[in-house]
């Protein structure tokens, strides 16, 4: 069977979606990875999407310049998890409660800020020329792929550079073999001299200033503009995904296209205008999450400290 | 010269029992305070924004009454965490079990036309008890046989019943009369009968203080209450003393789930009289945030779940009248939380300054 230049097109079409639907889902499972890495489950990620995606363009949109909102929502993202470490870390708070507050403050504080500062004029919202797509030479000649892949915003070149960076990090470097330490036995890791606060915090904010860069990818890069709820839960899924990929940095970017790849073809086919529910596509991330949580569960690999705070414990 | 004070952290030999109380009173305040800052960022004098948030939540009948009928769903899901937090089971998936019991209920209530309210409302009330607590049973059965964390998957199942509930409403049972994503109207005889006339005060405000009172029993003359403290306090304790875990935790579970199923059945038959996608815009974690506010204790969820809802009922009438953005009722609520989490902090320990 021959392919049509119809059907390239619609391949093309859908790869390259799978793709941008993954990157968030990269730069916040990442993220996360670092965080449960150290020991800590950050609930928070959520909220840190949204407050990413809403500062990131207020940014962007007031200075014209992107790049300036995509730093101003790390630096959000980076205070935020400042605040998660403080809580759980200092205060020994419990990290599933933290998380969820946070996310509730933050879902509504985006959306708050932003209404604040931007009076909409006759119901059109406002929105930001997204990022220009960077065609690599030779490569973006490649059939199906080179279209897809090879043509993209700068974003999502750095998400793929992104994970073999984290996978170095922590599984090459001595920072990577102290927060593998934390995480797995924070008294052990304290007694060889590690400092189990700093490592813990310096976590967070790394996951913070990550998963806001990928809120901010949403409304910068995808959409051009901020909507309340923008994310639709992509925080969510991320901690699926860390899971679904074993606290792998190389399986969060398999799983990524794999969720991803779920959405855009959930959204290919309601453009087609099939008749399959998509919210079966939709629901998919989290039901695969948990049959491998079950599937693993015999042998069970999730850092041994993960939601147990050190020296606080009650 | 030393630019941050030295401090020790020592932990108390009990948590202070009268810090212990003052730590929500405590936090609701600072929480306002800091809250302040995005209203006097939004154009309005904060005093005179939280004048008009307590005005309307509590200042005449009407609003006292709406802000009731924000207080049932609150104080059902409120109660299930608590419940399931008491024997350390996070249950985070108030939000999902809502929703099934919102779905069972409508599926009884729905084609229970020629059945007389009597024996409707709490077949009804009791099948919506049930789809909550089957949804729970699914996290509570995986923890206590194969381990699985169950905030992970309390947490994702939430999403999986939304879109289940979304496909359901979206596809088969869409209104044929309306067309909306929302089931066909229940049957008269299994709407909630309103108890106060001319409001909608309906019959899942009662409901709830009774479940409320129901965990009061629970937790202060039973032995499974004492139980389920017992687990929460010390598990291998529990344990050793032979009180039988995990089907004490699976059953927490389960009644946790179905007590937020309750607060679905509530919100179907006493103010929408249809099942719908948008049934619960965050019951369900806002009930996390009232069980924490109300230290598990029963009659502190109560307290705080009807504090959660003059601050929902209350900013909508802030917003109603200075035009700032109702979300704000998140960020208070969330911010709460957080300094309450600070303040149990200090309840366990003693922080001293070091020369």
């Not at chain 2, 089971?89 to 069972?104: D, K, V």
């Not at chain 2, 009644?255 to 815009?281: C, E, Y």
């Amino acid at each position: 069977m021959a392919l049509g230049p119809e059907d390239v097109t619609l391949i093309t079409g859908i790869l390259a979606m799978t793709f941008r639907m993954s990157v968030p889902l990269i730069y916040g499972t990442i993220g996360e990875t670092f965080a449960e890495k150290s020991g800590i489950l950050n609930l928070g990620i959520e909220g840190m999407m949204l407050m990413g995606a809403s500062a990131g363009f207020l940014v962007g949109y007031g200075t014209g310049d992107l790049w300036l909102g995509v730093a101003a929502a790390a630096l959000t993202g980076a205070a935020l998890g400042l605040v998660m470490a403080f809580l759980t870390v200092s205060m020994g708070a419990q990290q599933h409660v933290t998380g969820l507050g946070l996310t509730i403050a933050c879902a509504g504080l985006s959306f708050y800020i932003y209404r604040i500062t931007i009076s909409e004029v006759g119901g059109v919202p406002p929105h930001v020329e997204p990022f220009a797509t960077i065609p690599i030479p030779f490569l973006s000649q490649i059939p199906i792929l080179g279209d897809s892949l090879f043509n993209q915003h700068a974003l999502v070149y750095l998400a793929l550079v992104l994970v073999p960076v984290a996978a170095f990090i922590l599984f090459k470097t001595k920072i990577g073999l102290s927060i593998r330490a934390v995480g797995e036995n924070p008294q052990a890791a304290a007694t060889a001299g590690l400092d189990v606060f700093k490592i813990r915090y310096l976590c967070l904010v790394v996951a913070g200033a990550l998963s806001a860069i990928g809120g901010a990818w949403l409304s910068l890069a995808q959409s051009g503009m901020f909507l309340p709820g923008l994310t639709q839960g992509r925080g969510w899924v991320s901690i699926a995904l860390v899971v679904f990929a074993n606290w792998s940095p190389f399986r969060v970017l398999g799983g990524a296209l794999l969720f991803g790849g779920i959405d855009a073809l959930q959204l290919s086919l309601q453009g087609l205008g099939l008749r399959i529910p998509y919210q079966l596509f939709l629901m998919m991330p989290y039901v695969l999450t948990i049959v491998a949580l079950v599937a693993v569960s015999r042998r069970a690999r999730a850092p041994a400290a993960l939601l147990l705070s050190y020296k606080r414990e009650d | 010269m030393q630019l941050l004070p030295k401090l020790s952290v020592e932990k108390r030999l009990l948590p202070s029992r009268r810090l212990t109380v003052a730590a929500p009173f405590v936090s609701t305040l600072v929480a306002l305070a800091i809250s302040a800052a995005p209203i006097y960022q939004g154009g309005v004098n904060p005093l005179y924004g939280y004048y008009q948030l307590l005005y309307g939540a509590l200042g005449n009948k009407l609003a006292l009454t709406e802000t009731f009928v924000m207080f049932a769903p609150l104080l059902f899901t409120g109660i299930s965490v608590a419940l399931a937090f008491t024997c350390k089971f996070w249950n985070i998936g108030a939000e999902g079990q809502l929703y099934a019991g919102g779905l069972f209920a409508a599926f009884f209530a729905v084609y229970a036309t020629s059945i007389p309210s009597v024996v409707a409302i709490p077949v009804m009330t009791v099948i919506g008890f049930l789809g909550g607590a089957g949804w729970a049973a699914i996290p509570a059965i995986l923890k206590v046989k194969l381990k699985v964390d169950e905030v992970v998957t309390t947490l994702l199942g939430n999403w999986v019943m939304y879109y289940a509930v979304s496909a359901i409403l979206f596809g088969p049972w869409r209104n044929p009369v309306t067309g909306w994503p929302e089931s066909p109207a229940i049957a008269e005889s299994t709407v909630y009968p309103i108890l106060v006339p001319g409001s909608r005060f309906h019959m899942g405000i009662v409901v709830g203080l009774i479940v409320a009172v129901a965990y009061y029993i629970i937790i202060k003359r039973t032995k499974w209450g004492f139980e389920l403290l017992a687990i929460g306090g010390n598990q291998r304790g529990a344990f050793a003393s032979g009180i039988n875990v995990p089907r004490q935790i699976i059953l927490a579970a389960l009644v946790s789930g179905g007590i937020a199923g309750l607060a679905g059945v509530s919100q179907v038959a006493g103010i929408h009289f249809h099942m719908k996608t948008d049934l619960s815009p965050g019951f369900g974690y806002t009930g996390v945030v009232i069980a924490m506010v109300g230290g598990l204790n029963p009659l502190g969820v109560v307290l705080a779940s009807f504090l959660m809802a003059v601050i929902v009922q209350g900013t909508q009438a802030m917003h109603r009248a200075t035009g700032v953005p109702w979300a704000l009722a998140e960020v208070i609520q969330g911010i709460i939380l957080l300094c309450l989490l600070v303040g149990i902090f200090y309840t366990k320990f003693k922080v001293r300054r070091v020369k």
